[in-house]
């Protein structure tokens, strides 16, 4: 695993300039993905296998791994209540295994597809859980990006949770909100459905919680559903909803501070300073 940028053992990050960067790097397969067999809808065996493995087997397991591992705690769950039909959900992205909150504590009787980059999809045994979980990597070229398109329609229309990180890079640790990308809010107005946003957070370990792990707990805070305003033209919708989902992400974070467990300094001064340590 190569994590130049990270200085673990002082708790420093260095922060790039391009805030949509991705910080977390580790090796990645040279293979060639076919988004044509990912995207494709799997036929009724493939979808009762996936159904019963994911059910009986993966959601339990790595419902436990959040649970106790991470001690994931929810608050807000009663705004998923009396939701019909499709919906995205979108979250900052803060954790090398946030994308399986949402399937796990969030889902309750409707399935969900985590979109990812493809990067997820070429790492040794976690491309067999995202394949596992249904997960979609990113498209690369038009006609791929059209599949893509089609499949993400084809979940919302089955009444699925689709779920995306419009932050799009993930910075381990990072206690503040970053700038949103918009296709996140493309898709829930081109297909009308809403968005619902959630926060994690973290939290200092106490007590029994440091014998388990003494990295920060998570804490998932989620939000009211959010829908786009049908009197604005769609570029407008798009600009509104992203807007009202930051607003109240941001509100989110004011009302529920998160705990400061790495600290993100510019390149100069992380370089600094690991110099500094190193010579102590």
Known sequence: MKQKNIDKKHKLVCMPEDLNEDIYHTRVLDIKLNYKKIYKKPNVFTRAFKYIAQKCIALPLL???????LGVKVKGKKNLKGLKGGAITISNHVHYVDWSVCPVFLSKQKSVVVVTLKDNFKIPTVRHLCKLYGCLPLAETPSDWVLFY??????LDEGKIVHLFPEASLWPYY???RPFKRGSFYFAVKYNVPIIPYLITFRKPKGIEKLVRRAPRLNIIVGEPLYANASLDSKQQIEDLSQRAEQAMQQMLDENPSYEYYRYVSEEEFNNLTNKNKTK
């Open 63 to 69: 419902y436990l791994y959040d649970k106790i591992y």
């Open 150 to 155: 089609k499949c993400i329609k084809r979940s």
């Open 175 to 177: 206690n503040k909100l």
